[in-house]
């Protein structure tokens, strides 16, 4: 079982800055795709970022030029540099791992975190 541990969520004014951190611990095999969805109120579940064990990395129209992935291998650790955050991208943002084992991929959810853009 591998486990998902969010950090850096908060309240933050528009325009201001926000670092997300998920750190992955327990039974890892290979972590594979890391990546960070969100969902805003009265809305669905979304991806945000994604990135890859080559670190190419993917991210949804709404936040390119805005948001950056990255990964620390050796800590497990995905993270999200989020710019020049609007209102509308207000919502709770969650960690998701795929782990390479010997039987398949499998996929984990983190807790969430809450962020909140607002003056």
């Known amino acids: 079982q591998v486990r998902l541990v969010e950090s850096g969520g908060g309240l933050v004014q528009p325009g201001g800055s926000l670092r997300l951190s998920c750190a992955a611990s327990g039974s890892i095999s290979s972590i594979d795709v890391m990546a960070w969805h969100r969902q805003g109120p009265g809305k669905q579940r979304d991806l945000v970022a994604s990135i890859n064990t080559y670190t190419s990395t993917q991210y949804v129209d709404s936040v390119k030029g805005r948001f950056t992935i990255s990964r620390d291998n050796a800590k497990n650790t995905v993270y999200l540099q989020m710019d020049s955050l609007k209102p509308e991208d207000t919502a709770v943002y969650y960690c998701?791992?795929?782990?390479?084992?010997?039987?398949?991929?499998?996929?984990?959810w983190g807790q969430g975190t809450q962020v909140t853009v607002s003056s």
């Open positions: 998701y791992v795929t782990d390479r084992t010997r039987i398949g991929l499998r996929a984990y």
